[in-house]
């Protein structure tokens, strides 16, 4: 089983085996994870693809089949893990998960404490972040849930780094034995303010607290209490992440004397720089023509950025505090 460990994304040559968890890529916004099987297939929009033809290649690899359709087979990494995993609940994305392990200060080797636990998201990264002499203790009320998780950490070679507990870490804290041992506590709870004690506790001195919370109402009690407990330099945030797609577009616009201003800009199109530099050039010339532009009423083909229409807003606020004694 491949594991998603640190030494697996800078190892060269790592090729597919039987049992192997490989991500099949469509395209940015279509993957979904699988475990080769030597006697199944794959299926998707473009058709069946052998599992057993997938053995032996390099992670990378673009793969087709028999019609000619094709998919590429990226190794799995927590990154890719929260754009696959089964959403058992609602979970944490790149931009959270990349700030909270930076102001958590978590580095290799460090004790983690987490709650809940849910689809096991930010858990991956943190196993990979404390990797390889750390350990993340992560605990959730739901039984099922926690099961859940386990069988996927197990399925991503993560056993070793992570030990889920069922546990209600509001009503009854985080275990005592860990007092004074903790580097590092995440809170994703309904009611964070009434697990800050326990996690005083645990945490050691200069050890840092983050509570995750949707609701402004949330943030506020949960920073009352912290303010008035054995916590300092506390801080609230929150992610807005804006993606812009790539892409290649064409325009109809007729690029002689008249459809231009006095300095040889075009308003009507997206990109009036790169169309004034093409106006100074030999309209029919072939430097034009390689520039994927063509003049005359023809089509202007460009490559432009643009937001993506879908972009997530407000995921949750994240509150951070450092334990003093």
């Known amino acids: 089983m491949l594991a998603i460990l640190p030494e697996n994304k800078t190892t060269f040559g790592r090729r597919i085996k039987e049992g192997d968890l490989v991500i099949v890529y469509e395209r940015h916004d279509h993957m979904k994870a699988v475990t080769v099987n030597s006697g199944a297939q794959f299926q998707n929009r473009f058709g069946a693809f052998d599992y057993s033809d997938w053995i032996g290649k390099p992670f990378g690899s673009k793969v087709f089949n028999k019609k000619g359709g094709f998919v590429h087979l990226l190794a799995p990494t927590p990154e ?12 944490l994305y790149i931009a959270d998960i990349s700030f909270v392990i930076l102001f958590l200060e978590i580095y290799p080797g460090c004790l983690v404490m987490e709650s809940g636990t849910g689809s096991g998201s930010l858990t991956t990264s943190l196993a990979r972040a404390v990797a390889p002499s750390g350990h993340v203790h992560t605990f959730d009320f739901h039984e099922l849930r926690a099961n859940s998780a386990r069988e996927d950490f197990e399925k991503n070679g993560l056993s070793s780094l992570i030990t889920v507990e069922v546990r209600d870490i509001q009503g009854t804290g985080f275990p005592s034995k860990f007092c004074g041992e903790v580097d590092a506590v995440f809170l994703d709870l309904p009611q964070p303010w009434l697990a800050l004690a326990s996690a005083a506790e645990v945490l050691k001195p200069d050890g840092v607290l983050c509570s995750f919370s949707p609701c402004i109402e949330q943030v506020q009690h949960t920073c009352e209490v912290l303010t008035s407990t054995d916590f ?15 892409r290649e577009h064409s325009f109809t616009k007729m690029i002689d004397e008249q459809s231009s201003d006095e300095h040889g800009s075009f308003s009507s199109l997206p990109c009036k720089r790169l169309c004034s530099e093409i106006a100074k050039d030999n309209r029919s010339s072939t430097s034009t023509l390689e520039k994927g532009v063509t003049v005359n009423n023809e089509k202007v083909r460009m490559i432009v950025a643009k937001p993506n229409p879908e ?8 509150t951070f505090a450092r334990r003093i004694v």
């Open 311 to 318: 972009t997530k807003g407000h995921t949750g606020y994240l």
């Open 232 to 246: 300092t330099d506390v801080r609230t945030f929150e992610i807005l992440l804006r993606t812009y797609e790539v």
């Open 80 to 91: 890719l893990w929260t754009l696959v995993l089964s959403h058992r609940t609602q979970i």
